[in-house]
T-cell receptor, first 112, second 117 residues
C-alpha cells in the first residue's frame, strides 16, 4: 500500500474547526483514502473514506485535492471527545481482503 | 449500533504458555481481522480471515499464531507459546466487505491487553 505522511501532532481549540492534512504523493488511481481515529484506550474507529470526490458524513468531511496527492480531514467543530490519534490510510481498491495498514497518525489535542 | 466484542479485556500469562483471545464479530460480517498494538507504537496488521481460511497475513503472524472460527459467532487468535515481546493490545475487527465501497469500513473491538510475564 502507498505511503501517507501526516504531522505528528496538532492542537485545536474546542468548538473551532480542525483541518488535518495528509500527503500521499504516490497514490495510485485505485487507492481509496481512509481516515480512522483512535481514542485513548480504545480500538480504531472509522471516520470517513473517499476516492476522488469530497465526502461528508455526520462525523467529518474529507476534502481530496484534484490531483489526489493530498487530502484533508475536516472536523467542523472540535469537541473534547475528538481528542485522538487520526490515521490517514490508503487502500488499493483492486485487492480482495480490505486490509488496512496503519501509520503513526496525527495526535490531535483539543484545548478547552 | 452493532459492535465487535472481545474477551477478556486483560489477560496475564507466563512466558511459554498458550493463550486464546476471543472475539465476537458483527453478525452479518464476512471478513475478520486481528491487529496488535505494542504500547506506544502503531497498530500492526496480523491477519485477515474470510470463508474459513486466512486471506492475508503479515510477517508477524508466524507459526506461533493461529486463527479459528470455531462456530458461527466466535473468532479466536491463539498464541501457542507466548514470548515477552507478544505483550500488546490485540484488536479484533470485522467488515461487511463484499467489493462495494459502501461496505469497506472495518469495525474494531476495544481490545484485549495481553501481558506476558
Amino acid at each position: 500500500d502507498a505511503k501517507t505522511t501526516q504531522p505528528n501532532s496538532m492542537e485545536s481549540n474546542e468548538e473551532e474547526p480542525v483541518h488535518l492534512p495528509c500527503n500521499h504523493s504516490t497514490i495510485s488511481g485505485t487507492d481509496y483514502i481512509h481516515w480512522y481515529r483512535q481514542l485513548p484506550s480504545q480500538g480504531p474507529e472509522y471516520v470517513i473514506h473517499g476516492l476522488t470526490s469530497n465526502v461528508n458524513n455526520r462525523m467529518a468531511s474529507l476534502a481530496i485535492a484534484e490531483d489526489r496527492k493530498s487530502s484533508t480531514l475536516i472536523l467542523h467543530r472540535a469537541t473534547l471527545r475528538d481528542a485522538a490519534v487520526y490515521y490517514c490510510i490508503l487502500r488499493d481498491g483492486q485487492t480482495g481482503a480490505n486490509n488496512l495498514f496503519f501509520g503513526t497518525g496525527t495526535r490531535l489535542t483539543v484545548i478547552p | 449500533e452493532p459492535e465487535v466484542t472481545q474477551t477478556p479485556s486483560h489477560q496475564v500469562t507466563q512466558m511459554g504458555q498458550e493463550v486464546i483471545l476471543r472475539c465476537v464479530p458483527i453478525s452479518n460480517h464476512l471478513y475478520f481481522y486481528w491487529y496488535r498494538q505494542i504500547l506506544g507504537q502503531k497498530v500492526e496488521f496480523l491477519v485477515s480471515f474470510y470463508n474459513n481460511e486466512i486471506s492475508e497475513k503479515s510477517e508477524i503472524f508466524d507459526d506461533q499464531f493461529s486463527v479459528e472460527r470455531p462456530d458461527g459467532s466466535n473468532f479466536t487468535l491463539k498464541i501457542r507459546s507466548t514470548k515477552l515481546e507478544d505483550s500488546a493490545m490485540y484488536f479484533c475487527a470485522s467488515s461487511a466487505w463484499d467489493g462495494r465501497v459502501s461496505n469497506e469500513k472495518l469495525f474494531f473491538g476495544s481490545g484485549t491487553q495481553l501481558s506476558v510475564l
